[in-house]
């Protein structure tokens, strides 16, 4: 029963698209190559986004915390020798 | 500056008038649609106190609210709209590539072989679309009636095999179809009853065809009692009968001006009055539609400077308007008119082609509507196709008007005369209306065509709908914005045995593609009822209900009205 419900709302959903893009008013053969056009995107999107996303967020990841890691640890030796001011050493010294 | 001294001057002219009590706004009415719809969202739920506020700054003189709405178009599906027609124009593209090709059939007119050379003639837009957005719906428009057009038709049923390009009938008869789609405003498209009969009679003693024009044979004593009683309905001197209503306007304005005159038209005329502006030669300038400020600017431009090089006035300023724009639902804010062409002493030409037999407590149209006098206009246009289940149209006005037009018209002399069977059935409608057979018909009819409209239209409101257009107008356009839905809902509401008119481009702008619905004095309650549940469901269907004012349900708006009265 549920699976029933779950196909005529699949359906609604697909005549949904239909009408919004305005492939409804087109002939099939031409409704099957706008959704393979579409399809073929989606999945080359997809396929970009699985095998750069995890290299491209680890990199920001490092860039942010690098830069964060190294501000704090300019401002803890200024409150602690609180003396002259100690230029503050480049982040990236590992 | 200039509205104060209008407003100074309309109300002194229309100090016999009682204004009941009406606040004179503080904000324009013209820019108070978007205020509206703020002020509705802010307030959800003062609707009656709003009702009051909404008047123009020359409320004297309405003597009743003056309430109209063209709820905005969402930006959303505006933008979906757009992605949707620029879908659909790259496939049109690719068809043209593969029919130019030869890949495919070509079923459309195209040039001949010789004439490749020559200036192409099916290259614009126009043709574009007919050929690859207009056609793929194309089942939706001249759908073939077999049976009288009242309230309930029976259509042809067809089919295509080929996508539109060709249609066979397959001999079944669609029967009973809800009748949403006629302007039978009166219900006097019948083929039974007192007109009908009448009607007979007529052809039984005259014949059908009249053979001749006006001028020469073809005045029967039936057009002269026709004319008479028109004169009487309208309260006007004299009037002149038709056989056509699109040829009334478009042969009856270049008789009434020429070039020197100037022609002030609404933005959304009809084609008919925009054909007869530009076959009289005039000057013709467009104001915005139904904005009494564009007009009035308009009108001090003209008299001040006068016609274009050489600065002389002008010899004639004529003012077209219409009764009720059909595509739009609103009516024309007619006192308004009245007084600016009074000020700056022009003339005024009614189109009340829809309006007449649907507005006003006697059906004289939008003059009665308002209370107005029926001299102020000087010509007073219509059509019998509408309210009178006929066909023609008239003009009224004074009787030396209608003594040029009879001989300077070119549909008085050249065009054939109205056929009198039709000539009768129009006297026998209009003797109804005006209640002069001795029955009550025309009263009852005009009573429920109010009632229907105002419940028609009250219940699309609420279901989230947008409906465009003053709210005592019986044509009630129901937005639908995107291509694909155009289709969609012409057919799901055939299925659901109701034939209703969808309308797109070139007829409406672009993206603003609407179904108008004409509601009937025939209708009865279980018609509507059945009629809208249809369109609700379909309206759920296809997701069309955008409207983003939310109506109080009847329980609040009783609760809120108690409230405001004490």
Redesign the interface.
Known sequence: MDVKNMREYLG?LY??Y??????????PW?KSI?NAVLVTMVAMVIYTSYVFVPIHVRLALQFFSGLCGGQHESTMTLMNWGGPIISSHHPATN | MTESSTSKLLNGDSCHRTANGKKAARNGFVKNHCLFQQQQQLQKYRRTKEKSQHVSRNAALYNKPFVESFEETPLLVAVLTYMGYGILTIFGYLRDFLRQWKIEKCHIAREREEQKDFVPLYQDFENFYTRNLYMRIRDNWNRPICSVPGARMDLVERVTHDYNWTFEHTGRVIKDVINMGSYNYLGFAENIGTCSDAATKATLQYGVGVNSTRHEMGNLDKHVELENLVARFLGVEASMAFGMGFATNSMNIPALTGKGCLILSDELNHASLVLGARLSGSTIRVFKHNNMQSLEKLLRDAIVHGQPRTHRPWKKILILVEGIYSMEGSIVRLPEVIALKKKYKAYLYLDEAHSIGALGPRARGVVDYFGLDPRDVDIMMGTFTKSFGAAGGYIGGKKELIDYLRTHSHSAVYATSISPPVAQQIITSMKCIMGEDGTNLGRDRLRQLAENTTYFRRRLQESGFIIYGNEDSPVVPLMLYMPAKIGAFGREMLKRNIGTVVVGFPATPIIESRARLCVSAAHTREMLDTALNAISEVGDLLQLKYSRHRRPSPLEEAALFLESQE
């Open positions: 609604w005549y949904q239909l009408l919004v893009t305005g492939i409804y008013v087109l002939e031409e706008f």
